[in-house]
């Protein structure tokens, strides 16, 4: 739950089938469907899941993924909140109309290529080695800087793949590809001196970042 506090330890891997029940992965491959149906990107299905509402997004892993493919394709005016309740309704022998379709609103992002790495002419802003504090980033939309790494300093520990950036992506204004980099915090950096102590290793995108000096 992305350093939240109250969930539990992380239960080990075990060698179970990657899908408890059938449904599960009915929804993984509608999910990957519903994003291309909806001229999305992996950053914009992130983003759906961001706005997941609480009790949906704690009822199950891929019972989220459903809901935000539902969202993604509203997004997009591929599919309405009242043609979903209608299919539902229907499915239950009740006799409901269909609703007329939204109208169809697909975002026009142009992409470099395939994938999300990118090549950039300019040089990274930081070497391993290098001291560097996180942003004190407040957004409404989508990041992949973690709130519980926001305001903390860690230790560049590797340079990773050019990438387009998540946050301009995710709401389709351009790929705007960033420097990567592997950043390691101290546990108690992050959770207070109670912690238990490790280290923990992030990737960051260059603009989160800043020298400390």
Not at 96 to 118: F, I, V, W
């Amino acid at each position: 739950m992305g350093g939240k506090q109250g969930f539990g330890h992380v239960p080990p891997l075990t060698p179970e089938p990657p899908f408890a029940e059938p449904w599960e992965g009915k929804a993984f491959a509608l999910a990957l469907l519903s994003i291309r149906a909806a001229g999305a990107n992996t950053p914009a299905f992130r983003y759906a899941l961001e706005r997941v509402p609480p009790a949906d997004y704690l009822a199950s892993y891929y019972h989220r993924w459903l809901i935000a493919s539902q969202i993604m394709l509203a997004d997009s005016g591929v599919l309405s909140a009242e043609q979903v309740t209608a299919r539902a309704a229907r499915l239950t022998g009740a006799d409901t109309a269909e609703p007329g379709p939204p109208e169809l609103n697909k975002p026009q992002m142009p992409s470099g290529g395939p994938g999300n790495l990118r090549t950039l002419d300019t040089p990274p802003a930081f070497a391993v080695g290098d001291r560097v504090r996180t942003a004190d980033l407040q957004t409404a939309g989508h990041t992949r800087l973690p709130g519980y790494v926001r305001r903390r300093t860690g230790t560049v520990t590797a340079i990773r793949p050019a990438a387009i950036f998540p946050d301009s992506a995710a709401q389709f204004e351009g790929e705007n590809p960033q420097h990567c980099y592997a950043v390691e915090f101290d546990s108690r950096e992050l959770w207070g001196t109670e912690a238990e102590p490790f280290h923990l290793s992030i990737d960051l995108f260059e603009p989160y970042l800043e020298r400390v000096t």
